[in-house]
């Protein structure tokens, strides 16, 4: 796949992290030697090319996808292969690769759409391009310029995440592979699009909410790379069943919890304003729950701070109040704690996993009930 790998294949057998952060932190270890080869082969292939505008394209992905993150997308390919079988970090790599490109570039536009101002304690990349403009007294339109350039960095990720999975598919020989891999694109950004109008609508049935939660969380966030790790190690259908039902339940819970996070995270932990979600006007169980047992005043308190980009410090506060005395807040944690229970479910069903995948997926329940961001 024309990537390295600088650490050995496969673990030494009978030797594991003793818990899901230390499997967790050795994966982001090999998967940003990998990401930082893949980089450097894409600025060696530009300069090749005699083209030095494309490295500044190159290295405006770099700069995002370099920078942190959880990885849990593709840990969940990794961990799912090695959980099925699976023993070459050569072959699951790229994979999983292709499943952190294919989230930088959901992120880089996601923030233009959000008007988000920042990503991983930086600038959001239509930030950064638009304040270049204006230090380099280009012509035209600093804000329309950095939202361009963005937009042809998401697809830039969207290449590269693509090439390298119908490189692993065709290398295997597998359609299947090739058509989960591609259902995943499709299904995050049809979610996205729902999620979208029902927050232009400002009103939506618990059957789209439940909609958008599955597309865009559900099976992007974990169903799919799960499957793909599985297929990737030529799983059974078998097994294949209770491992989709896992990652469903999973991907929901972490979507539910981002949602709560929004509002009543830590903002110096979650890594962005917690009122964002609300003056942005998403339209999550949260306030489908509130709006649902509000009185009137309640309502209108609510309602006056949602989707107002204007909002004082004091509507918002008030109208996260709502969300507690509505019971919102305890209505949305019931549904947490309900995936969750399908998920431990699922995953007992499984007697054949590999221990280490096995323990990736078991601490990965257990992550997901304590998260803070």
């Known amino acids: 796949m024309g990537l390295s790998t600088e650490a050995p294949e496969t673990a030494p057998l009978g030797v594991l992290p003793e818990d899901f952060s230390g499997l967790l932190a050795g994966f982001r270890d090999k998967l940003d030697r ?32 370099t920078q942190g993150g959880k990885r849990l997308r593709p840990a969940l390919v990794y961990y799912t292969y090695r959980a099925c079988g699976g023993t070459s970090d050569e072959e699951a790599l790229p994979l999983a690769l292709a499943t952190e490109l294919l989230h930088t570039y959901l992120l880089i536009h996601d923030d233009i759409m959000d008007h988000a101002e920042t990503r991983r304690g930086l600038p959001a990349a239509h930030v950064r391009f638009r304040d270049e403009h ?33 490189g692993v598919a065709v290398v295997r020989g597998s359609r299947e592979l090739a058509r989960c891999f591609a259902a995943m694109c499709q ?44 297929l990737l190690a030529g799983a059974s259908r078998e097994t294949l069943a209770p491992l989709s039902r896992y990652g469903t339940a999973m991907g929901e819970a972490f979507q539910l919890q981002d949602d709560l996070l929004g509002m009543f995270g830590d903002p110096g932990t979650v890594g962005k304003p917690v009122e964002s979600d609300l003056r942005e006007g998403k339209f999550t169980f949260l306030i489908h729950h509130a709006l649902a047992a509000a009185t009137p005043e309640q309502r ?21 109040r709502v969300l507690e005395e509505t ?15 399908t998920a431990r479910a699922a995953l007992d069903e499984l007697a054949g996993l590999a221990p280490e995948g096995r323990l990736f997926l078991k601490g990965l329940i257990d992550y997901l009930r304590e998260r803070e961001r």
Do not use: C
């Open 34 to 65: 990998v990401l930082t080869d893949w980089l450097e082969e894409k600025r060696q292939e530009a300069a090749a090319a005699g083209s030095p505008e494309t490295l500044d394209l190159i290295d405006g992905v770099g700069l995002l996808a």
């Open 327 to 341: 019971g919102a807040h305890t209505a949305v944690t019931a549904m947490i704690d309900e995936r969750l229970r």
């Open 300 to 320: 209108q308190t609510l309602e006056s701070a949602l989707g107002n980009a204007v909002a004082t410090g004091r509507e918002v506060a008030a109208a996260v």
């Open 134 to 166: 204006q230090a380099n007294h280009l012509h035209g339109d600093p804000v329309d310029y950095g939202q361009s350039v963005a937009i042809l960095l998401g697809d830039l990720a969207q290449s590269w995440a693509v090439d390298l999975a119908m």
């Open 187 to 230: 299904e995050v950004i049809g979610g996205q699009f729902l999620e979208l109008l029902v927050a232009q609508r400002r009103q939506a049935s618990e059957e789209e909410l439940l909609r958008v939660l599955r597309l865009k969380s559900g099976r992007y966030t974990a169903e799919r790379p799960i499957q793909l790790g599985a």
